[in-house]
Nanobody, 125 residues
């Protein structure tokens, strides 16, 4: 079992960058695929990026491809580097963990058993 805790959100101007971090507890971090989701006011939660449990595979939503980078390290941390931010990136960003025995990149929220409380990202125009 892991408990994700997000940090790094804030206010940035369009075109700027932010780096989000997700720290997890537990000694089984390497058995979880990790993802970032986001939810804007009045909208459904959407997948932003996923990294497999080994780090060998990643998936990005089309809206962030080429601007965001997901990574993980051996210190139980997942990061989301966000560059060239746009006002439409404004949302609460959630880190989530999916227990998996494969090297896949789950896409659906229901595949993720553990969620952080979220961190606000606001991009001004």
């Amino acid at each position: 079992q892991v408990q994700p805790v997000e940090s790094g959100g804030g206010l940035v101007q369009a075109g700027g960058s932010l780096s989000l971090s997700c720290a997890t507890s537990g000694r089984t971090f390497s058995t979880y695929a990790m993802a970032w989701f986001r939810q804007a006011p009045g909208k459904e939660r959407e997948l932003v990026a996923v990294i497999s449990r080994t780090g060998g595979s990643t998936y990005y939503a089309d809206s962030v491809k080429g601007r965001f980078t997901i990574s993980r390290d051996n210190a139980n941390t997942v990061r989301l580097q966000m560059d060239n931010l746009k006002p439409e990136d404004t949302a609460v960003y959630y880190c989530a963990a999916s227990p998996t025995m494969t090297s896949g990149t789950p896409r659906l929220p229901k595949s993720y058993a553990y969620w952080g409380l979220g961190t606000q990202v606001t991009v001004s125009s």
